[in-house]
């Protein structure tokens, strides 16, 4: 089992900056690729960003290349998501996911363990 705990939305204007956390207890860290996934109000849950067991590969969803940033401490079993320039549209939901596995995935269906997750809301 791993219990995966968010932190760091809220609510700002657009252009503003956001840093999410994800606090992972429990099963080792870094045997898991961790991935952030969104949900906007009336919308299905879409995937933002993966990351590797070692932190070396990334993955995003086209709308947040070149904004959002997710990176991983291991000694901190932690995993974040640095979010700039951000828009109205980003606002939702934000959940951070585990797999126990060796590549990161887009799909929330290959995901095992999830967070509570965190509201995110941009004003314009």
């Known amino acids: 089992q791993v219990q995966l705990v968010e932190s760091g939305g809220g609510l700002v204007q657009a252009g503003d900056s956001l840093r999410l956390s994800c606090a992972a207890s429990g099963r080792t860290f870094s045997a898991f690729v961790m991935g952030w996934f969104r949900q906007g109000s009336g919308k299905e849950r879409e995937f933002v960003a993966g990351i590797s067991r070692g932190g070396g590969s990334t993955l995003y969803v086209d709308s947040v290349k070149g904004r959002f940033t997710i990176s991983r401490d291991n000694a901190k079993n932690t995993v974040y998501l640095q979010m700039n320039s951000l828009k109205p549209e980003d606002t939702a939901v934000y959940y951070c996911?585990?797999?126990?596995?060796?590549?990161?995935?887009?799909?929330?269906?290959?995901?095992?363990?999830w967070g509570q997750g965190t509201q995110v809301t941009v004003s314009s």
């Open positions: 996911a585990a797999r126990p596995s060796l590549f990161t995935s887009m799909s929330s269906h290959e995901y095992d363990y």
